[in-house]
């Protein structure tokens, strides 16, 4: 897993030739803070607001995207976006299959927006939006029932949505 100590940060005049310094680390975390409130914030405003050169800025954020540490996207308010059928699903991986091979699965089908290997009475816990109820029960009869590397799954549908900010809000590691 990359981090932000692990990003390269010559060619932009802030990295000490002996190692990082946390002061480093610190404008990494600023300049991505600003870009989660604004992703299409300009590099000059961001450079004003932390008082650093607009090359400093544009510098970090290219090599944070070629580390692999910061990818830049629209994301939609899931508040204002109802979809007919949103539904997590709880599931119980058989003995012959490893939450990773099913995770790695099911993470390949557009309706899966999440999935997440967690501890209790089930291995995965995956959220599904669909379009509709039909096309939510074709997801269900084709990646859920009769799959050899599902033992059970539960399935808990939406009534309301009252907070959704996992994306939105997010702080840097």
């Known amino acids: ?58 510098n970090r954020v290219n090599r944070m995207k070629e580390a692999g540490v910061l990818k830049i996207v629209a994301l939609a308010d899931p508040m204002e976006i109802r979809y007919q059928s949103d539904a997590m699903i709880g599931i119980k991986i058989s003995n012959q299959s490893t939450p990773a091979e099913v995770a790695e699965r099911l993470s390949a089908c557009n309706e899966v927006i999440y999935v997440v290997w967690v501890s209790g009475r089930f291995d995965l816990l995956i959220e599904v939006v669909c379009e509709s109820g039909e ?18 799954f539960e399935v808990m549908t939406a009534i309301d949505m009252f907070k959704n900010q996992f994306f939105l809000k997010r702080q840097p590691l």
């Open 1 to 58: 897993m990359t981090n932000l100590s692990s990003v390269p940060l010559e060619e932009d005049g802030n990295s000490a030739s002996s190692g990082r310094s946390s002061t480093a680390d610190e404008l990494n975390s600023q300049i991505i803070s600003k870009l989660q409130n604004d992703g299409r914030m300009p590099y000059k405003d961001i450079a004003a607001e932390l008082s650093v050169s607009e090359g400093t800025v544009r």
């Open 135 to 152: 096309l939510f029960q074709q997801f269900l009869q084709e990646h859920c029932y009769a799959q050899k590397d599902i033992n059970a």
